[in-house]
């Protein structure tokens, strides 16, 4: 059995629910592929708003940005028009200056995984450079929660 490493454990997840809207379906009638990105983005704000303190507001009000430099999206199978689907988001550790999201996508009415993915956003300063270490706000946070390697 392979052992997990504190990088690639998850350390918080939260679930958020999302109505499929007639606009996010294609002419194939199915949900177009660029919109499970914004449920990532649903699922990373949802997540920001249930853990206080990562929220993009909270980044913003203590003087960064994070903006994604890194995003990969797997799609297992299609929704459509009515269903709802389940956005689970895993914050996941890593000791570098950087979040990482983990996210899966389930239909609700059968549990199936419809999606998988990741997000990578670092941190930069008010004046837009990149941050070599984690913000304090950031290293705050993470010791609320009690999140360690």
């Known amino acids: ?33 660029g919109v499970y990105v914004k449920y990532f ?5 949802a997540f920001g708003n249930h853990f206080g303190g990562i ?4 980044i913003y009000g203590s003087g960064y940005t994070a903006p994604i430099v890194e995003l990969h ?3 297992i199978q299609p929704l459509v028009y009515g269903d709802t689907a389940i956005v689970e988001t895993r914050y996941i550790y ?10 899966n996508i389930f239909r609700e009415s059968d549990n199936t995984l ?7 956003q670092v941190f ?17 946070w993470q010791k609320r929660w009690k999140i360690t390697e």
């Open 1 to 33: 059995m392979r052992k997990k490493s504190a990088e690639n454990s998850a350390s918080l997840v939260h679930r958020h629910t999302v109505k499929i809207r007639f606009s996010e379906v294609d002419s194939m009638k199915i949900v177009w592929h």
């Open 41 to 45: 983005e649903d699922g990373r704000e």
């Open 55 to 58: 929220g993009y507001l909270d």
């Open 73 to 75: 999206c797997s799609y």
């Open 94 to 103: 890593t000791p570098s200056a950087k979040i990482r999201f983990e996210y």
């Open 114 to 120: 419809v999606a998988s993915g990741y997000s990578i």
């Open 124 to 140: 930069l300063n008010g004046d837009g450079l990149l941050e070599w270490n984690n913000p304090q706000f950031f290293l705050n």
